[in-house]
């Protein structure tokens, strides 16, 4: 568009003024009011154009979203027989999509026949116009192939409305989207600045990353989008190596208090202060990449894969011949539990200062989910939040918010869970080594990417 605009204009400069010089009156007045009345007409006839544009890109969005959801849900929608709804649902977004093209394809019809009348009278009554003055002799066939062809120019050039309206259309249709998103991006931004952050330190909504030695939350309110209240003046202080088991009850707002920590929830209200080397985790949502990237993700740290993998049993990955350089879209391969097993793995290789939990090792049993935390170094913080007090023997404090009491545990000395390669190898262990290692006894210590391997006979002291 903006070079075509840019080329019309160029031709109108040069032609203009030989036209002006040159052309009686009345085609004159022709030439500049046709390109008018073509404009106008086109714009009347095709502005629904731009509504059912925006609808056709959402409707094509929905969809590809719907076909998108059902091809990665496949295994869940099959066991939950849900074919026909999904079909019914796909069948009604297409239906939308061929309303929408019916409805531009009509519109569209209209408009090329007017363009086609529009080019072709155009094309004729300069001719008409300039009839009377060639058979009366006062121009001769030269000058009048001449001046029509600077007419022609003339005229394409003050058309380019009507030929690049569809361009135009797009156009407009892209930017209003576009509009639209950045107002709502605003909105959210706005939001956040009244409630969370660009507040004073002490001011109520302040959400603070920096770096401090605690994770503070006070008198937090989180809400839902709706504006109900799901969690209502929560406060908490964790001190740095300390271990805090936070219980919500099921949808009291556990997960949006996690979003809210991480300062990715906006609908909430209260001060909240985090230090800046924390790491979350929750859920197991990560792109196809190789093993060693997704244990470092989303940094590129070094450590020793295989020591962090085998400290939290789940070195069956390597075994199983999994190269730690190859792509894999690990949701599809790992299980439930394999999935957790490496959410761990991933905290024990970055080590952060703090770490915040949501609902980990939901799959593992309670002893060896108590035991897999208890391997993670004393230095590391961690907040951990569930809606049980299932993990309550890993940690020295837990905070019950369904009773409204906060109890100080003894922290416990972690056992080792073996591996199941491990476990199943009973041909070169003694009876010691078959058995857990006595209280106290870590497989990890301190940071596991300054980790080298654990020798042979450090393994065996105990036979």
Request: aromatic share 8%.
């Amino acid at each position: 568009v903006f070079f075509g605009a840019l080329g019309a204009s160029v031709r109108l400069a040069v032609y203009l003024p030989m036209l002006v010089h040159s052309a009686p009156p009345h085609l004159l007045g022709f030439v500049f009011a046709w390109p008018v009345f073509g404009a106008a007409t086109t714009h009347i006839l095709a502005r629904k154009l731009i509504p059912l544009s925006v609808a056709a890109e959402s409707a094509n969005a929905n969809f590809r979203s719907e076909l998108v959801h059902a091809r990665d849900r496949a295994d869940n929608l099959a066991l939950m027989n849900a074919g026909s709804q999904i079909e019914q649902r796909l069948r009604g977004h297409f239906e939308v999509i061929k309303r929408v093209a019916y409805a531009e394809f009509d519109i569209s019809r209209i408009l090329n026949f007017f363009k086609l009348m529009y080019d072709e009278y155009g094309n004729v009554v300069p001719f008409v116009l300039l009839a009377p003055a060639f058979f009366r002799g006062d121009l001769d066939l030269g000058s009048l192939m001449q001046l029509r062809m600077v007419v022609a120019r003339v005229s394409e050039s003050l058309a380019f409305p009507v030929s690049a309206y569809g361009q135009l259309v797009s156009w407009r249709v892209a930017a209003d989207r576009l509009a639209a998103l950045q107002a709502q991006a605003m909105e959210i931004r706005r939001e956040q600045v009244a409630r969370m952050q660009i507040s004073p330190k002490d001011e109520p909504g302040a959400l603070q990353i920096q770096p401090v030695n605690s994770i503070l939350a006070e008198n937090v309110t989180i809400r839902t989008p709706q504006g109900r209240d799901v969690l209502s003046n929560f406060g908490l202080r964790v001190e740095a190596r300390e271990r805090v088991l936070v219980v919500i009850p099921a949808s009291q707002g556990k997960s949006l208090l996690v979003r809210a920590l991480a300062g990715l929830w906006s609908h909430m209200s209260g001060r909240i202060e985090m230090p800046d080397d924390c790491m979350f985790v929750q859920g197991f949502d990560f792109p196809p990449m190789s093993l060693r990237s997704l244990l470092a993700y989303p940094t590129s740290m070094e450590g020793d894969l295989e020591l962090v993998l085998h400290s939290v049993g789940a070195s069956g990955l390597l075994e199983h011949g999994f190269r730690k350089s190859e792509a894999t879209n690990w949701e599809d391969i790992l299980s439930r539990d394999q999935q957790e097993r490496v959410q761990l793995a991933r905290l024990l290789l970055r080590c952060p200062q703090f770490a915040v939990l949501d609902e980990p090792l939901p799959s593992l049993g309670d002893e060896e989910a108590c035991n897999l935390l208890a391997s993670v170094p004393q230095d590391v913080t961690l907040l951990t939040l569930s809606r049980s007090r299932r993990l309550a023997a890993a940690h020295t404090r837990v905070i019950d918010l369904q009773f409204g009491v906060e109890t100080t545990l003894q922290p416990s000395q972690p056992t080792w869970v073996a591996a199941p390669s491990q476990a199943t190898d009973d041909s070169s262990m003694c009876d010691s080594e078959r058995s857990f290692p006595q209280p106290g006894k870590r497989l990890v210590q301190g940071r596991p990417a300054r980790l080298g391997r654990v020798p042979a006979a450090t393994q065996r002291e105990s036979c």
